[in-house]
């Protein structure tokens, strides 16, 4: 897959789309661009089989968040608290943001 550019960054609060934890929300634990997936807080929770090994000795079923296209999560604006599209703006110091499409307001810091 090409190299995307992602509206969706590490951090960011977002809402799934679809599937079955479509509703839910979570912030962005990891992204991959090149292949254009996300990974999110308590989003998409798969079981992981794990042999005992020295560090973990009992080993057993681990629970971990599997990561899922990008195209299945909407930002949530910190300020209005509404999922969004992104959009671009230029600051008057020449700096491009992505911003709410809603309210205007900045989603970077």
Same mark, same amino acid.
């Given at each position: 897959?090409?190299?995307? +550019?992602?509206? !969706?960054?590490? %951090?960011?609060?977002?809402?799934?789309?679809? %599937?079955k934890d479509? %509703? +839910?929300k979570?912030?962005?634990?990891?992204t991959?661009?090149r292949?254009?997936?996300v990974?999110?807080e308590?989003?998409?929770?798969?079981?992981?089989?794990? +042999?005992?090994?020295q $560090? /973990?000795?009992?080993g057993g079923?681990?629970?971990m968040e599997? *990561?899922?296209?990008?195209?299945? !999560?909407?930002?949530v604006?910190p300020?209005?608290?509404k999922p969004?599209r !992104?959009?671009?703006?230029t600051?008057?110091? *020449? $700096?491009? /943001? $992505?911003?709410?499409?809603k309210c205007?307001?900045?989603? *970077? +810091?």
């Open positions: 897959m090409v190299n995307k +550019k992602m509206p !969706v960054r590490r %951090g960011d609060r977002v809402l799934v789309l679809s %599937g479509k %509703g +839910k979570g912030k962005v634990i990891s991959e661009p292949q254009g997936r990974k999110v308590g989003v998409n929770i798969i079981k992981k089989h794990a +042999k005992p090994t $560090r /973990v000795p009992q079923i681990r629970e599997a *990561d899922f296209p990008a195209s299945r !999560v909407m930002v604006c300020a209005c608290s969004t !992104v959009a671009k703006k600051l008057s110091d *020449d $700096r491009r /943001v $992505r911003a709410c499409r205007g307001e900045s989603l *970077d +810091k």
